[in-house]
Structure formats: structure tokens, C-alpha cells
């Protein structure tokens, strides 16, 4: 079964420095979306993107953020300037290969957990 | 912005027993997701429920999407010790795509 793969699966960092979370979400899937879980708390939204451009962003995802698909299959985030609070599960999502029926049924990877230290 | 509110926070049951949890939201919605996530994993979808009104089964678990769409429960009978984990409901927010979750629903289960 096709399924949302990510990686590293875990990332330690210096505060200060620059991360890149990867993804490969389900082929011929249209949407794609990143979401973040601070320990012991529910799953928020950062950004979908959809033709190669952000569709929303909440308003966590600030000018520390930036998405990009950088060829056919991968979907990355990237975090620059990391802080503290910036540590989290993050988790990737991809939906709608029928924009139709399917665009509101994400599947998630299995997430990237940040530390930063 | 929306608010999704999941009840109970958390179950404690014995294996056999049948669960029960549910989520009601501040707006309506149009589509409901339940997903269950493991400690350290991603969420994982259980059911997804596109109508009002709609009842919809995945082996033991059995998910209904509220009349008035503003709320929807998901029951799992006979739980076994895997069932352990966290529950959550989702939904699509106002704006194209975003999933806005509820806080959870921590369901432990003794043998």
C-alpha cells in the first residue's frame, strides 16, 4: 500500500542553525502539507501546497519557514534560524490524487522528530 | 478559528470492552477523519466520513458522522490490547485543505 515516507526520523540541532525535513508523499497524490505536534499535544497545521505553490499557511509558518518541491517526488521544509520552541514532531501529509473525492483525506508519514538543543 | 473538542480525554477499559468517544465542533463540517497515532508515529486514518448522516464501519470500529455536522463519534467494540493509543478527529477548516485536529482521546486498554 502506498504510504508517506519521511526523513530523517529524528534531528538534532544547534539553536541557531538551519534544518531540512524531507519528504516523498504518495505518488500521483496533488496536495501536500506539513504539520507539527510539540510533545503531548494535538497536531497543527503549518502550510499545504498545491501546483507548486503555498495554497495557506497558518500563522506559526512565518518567515522561518519555507516549503519547495524540488523535483517530482520530494516535498521538503525547511526551518532556518532554529529556537528552542521550534522542537516537535513534524509530520508530512499528502492527498488528492482525485481533486474530487479524495482532497480532503490526508495521509501522514511517519514524522521527523526535531530537538533542538 | 474552528475548535474541534474530543471527549473523554482519556479511557482506561479492559480488553472486551466496548469504547465509545466522540468529537463536536464550533462550525459545521464537511468531512470527518479519525485517525489513531501511536507513541512516536504518525497519525493513521481509520475512517473518513464524507456525509451527513453517514455511518461507516472498518472491522471493529465504527464511526458516525452527526446530522447537524457539527459532531461525530467513533466506537471500537471488543478492544484489544493493540487498540492502545491515541484517537483524534479531524476536519477540514473553513480554508481549502487544512486539517484542524482535536486534542485526543488517550484510550488505554488492560488485559
Known amino acids: 500500500e502506498p504510504e508517506v515516507t519521511q526523513t530523517p526520523s529524528h534531528q538534532v540541532t544547534q539553536m541557531g542553525q538551519e534544518v531540512i525535513l524531507r519528504c516523498v508523499p504518495i505518488?500521483?497524490?496533488?496536495?501536500f502539507y506539513w504539520y507539527r505536534q510539540i510533545l503531548g499535544q494535538k497536531v497543527e497545521f503549518l502550510v499545504s501546497?498545491?501546483?507548486?505553490?503555498?495554497?495557506?499557511k497558518s500563522e506559526i509558518f512565518d518567515d522561518q519557514f519555507s516549503v519547495e518541491r524540488p523535483d517530482g517526488s520530494n516535498f521538503t521544509l525547511k526551518i532556518r534560524a532554529t529556537k528552542l520552541e521550534d522542537s516537535a514532531m513534524y509530520f508530512c501529509a499528502s492527498s488528492g490524487e482525485d481533486l474530487h473525492l479524495y482532497q480532503e483525506t490526508q495521509y501522514f508519514g511517519p514524522g521527523t522528530r526535531l530537538l533542538v538543543l | 478559528g474552528q475548535q474541534l473538542n474530543q471527549s473523554p480525554q482519556s479511557m482506561f477499559i479492559q480488553e472486551g470492552e466496548d469504547v465509545s468517544m466522540n468529537c463536536t465542533s464550533s462550525s459545521i463540517f464537511n468531512t470527518w477523519l479519525w485517525y489513531k497515532q501511536d507513541p512516536g508515529e504518525g497519525p493513521v486514518l481509520l475512517i473518513a466520513l464524507y456525509k451527513a448522516g453517514e455511518l461507516t464501519s472498518n472491522g471493529r470500529l465504527t464511526a458516525q458522522f452527526g446530522i447537524t455536522r457539527k459532531d461525530s463519534f467513533l466506537n471500537i467494540s471488543a478492544s484489544i490490547p493493540s487498540d492502545v493509543g491515541i484517537y483524534f478527529c479531524?476536519?477540514?477548516?473553513?480554508?481549502?485543505?487544512?486539517?484542524?485536529f482535536g486534542q485526543g482521546t488517550i484510550l488505554t486498554v488492560h488485559p
Open positions: 501546497f498545491y501546483n507548486n505553490e503555498i495554497s495557506e
Open positions: 479531524a476536519g477540514p477548516g473553513t480554508s481549502y485543505g487544512k486539517l484542524t
Open positions: 505518488s500521483n497524490h496533488l496536495y
